[in-house]
């Protein structure tokens, strides 16, 4: 079988090489090239473009006019904060945006799954052999067991305190968020949109959730699955800018599950979502085990069954000064 091509774009030579090395690691076969501009074709053919930036958002604008409707894009930022991070994945072909030190098995593992379709699994962000742990639940008293068990094993495995906490708080947005956000009828409308948040407590989720953890040398995993599958990109975006640009407005009765975006995107140091459209979705967070950094790596992977059912999801509401997000 010939290996997918795929361009990567970076005018710095160390970041262009260790982009092809992760790349070919991965099983793709990379052209490479040092600036949109030596691509001499309107268009660029390739399906998976990797394109480095200096850090600053507008460096990608020349690489948007080139690119197919159906392109996939990875960004690699020397930094980036949320606000940033956001701004990048507005365009609808921008997916995954790594920063930093992420680089190398960010780009790796990234590509591995783009190409290879298989995007389901922490297995896929811990070193083989890790143990994975396992917990099935469907309701809130299954929550707050899971949670406690987590982090019981958190503190077993020598996590810091403050570490802890953003890993409960974490698991209680993902938890509450797939038990009763998720949950849709057969029409699509959500099961608990109606039942007062309170009230949601004591009804169990139509469908089981799972949550998957583990622990390295150097993070702490958790991911979050649902049986629904219908996360979209484009929601995830809206309720995170909503809330980093309208913080006096930031309300849990009004947000619910936006607001649980947020606060995760906040508290991890990675923040990934598999989605394959009526069946499922998986939320996969890491945690440094040092001291806390921003979120420096974020993916959106959506399975190809449906896909197109995806491409837009809810948002919030404008501002109150009807501004767009």
Known sequence: MSKRRV????????????????????????????????????????????????GNVADLEPLYAKLRERAH?????????????????????????????????????TAQKLLTGDIFGIEKYVPE?????????RDFAGRGQAIQTILDFAEASRMRRQVRNSIGSVCEELLMNALYDAPVDEHGRQVFAEIDPHDRTGVPSPRPVSIRYAATDTHFVVAVRDRFGRLAKNTIVAYIE??????????????????GLY???????????????????EV???????????????????????????RQGPVP???????DL
């Open 73 to 109: 894009v990875c960004v690699v930022a020397p930094n980036a904060s949320l606000t940033q991070l956001t701004q990048y994945l507005r365009d609808p072909r921008v997916n995954h945006v790594i920063v930093g030190d992420e680089l190398d098995n960010g780009v790796f593992v």
């Open 129 to 137: 052999a890790t143990p994975v742990h396992y917990v099935r639940l």
């Open 317 to 323: 509401q404008r501002f109150a000064n009807n501004e």
């Open 242 to 259: 909503k809330c980093i640009h309208s913080p006096t407005q930031i309300d849990r009765k009004t947000y619910g599950a936006g607001l």
């Open 7 to 54: 361009l990567a774009v970076s005018s710095d030579l160390d970041t262009l090489r260790r982009m092809i090395a992760a790349l070919e690691r991965a099983g793709a076969e990379a052209d490479a090239v040092v600036s949109v501009d030596a691509i001499a074709a309107d268009e660029i053919p390739h399906r998976y473009v990797f394109a480095a930036t200096t």
């Open 263 to 281: 606060l995760v995107a906040n508290a991890a140091a990675s923040y990934i979502v598999n989605v394959a459209y009526g069946v499922a979705t």
């Open 284 to 310: 996969v967070c890491s945690f440094d085990r040092g001291a806390k950094t921003p979120l420096r790596q974020v993916g959106m992977f959506v399975h190809p069954g449906n896909a197109d059912k995806l």
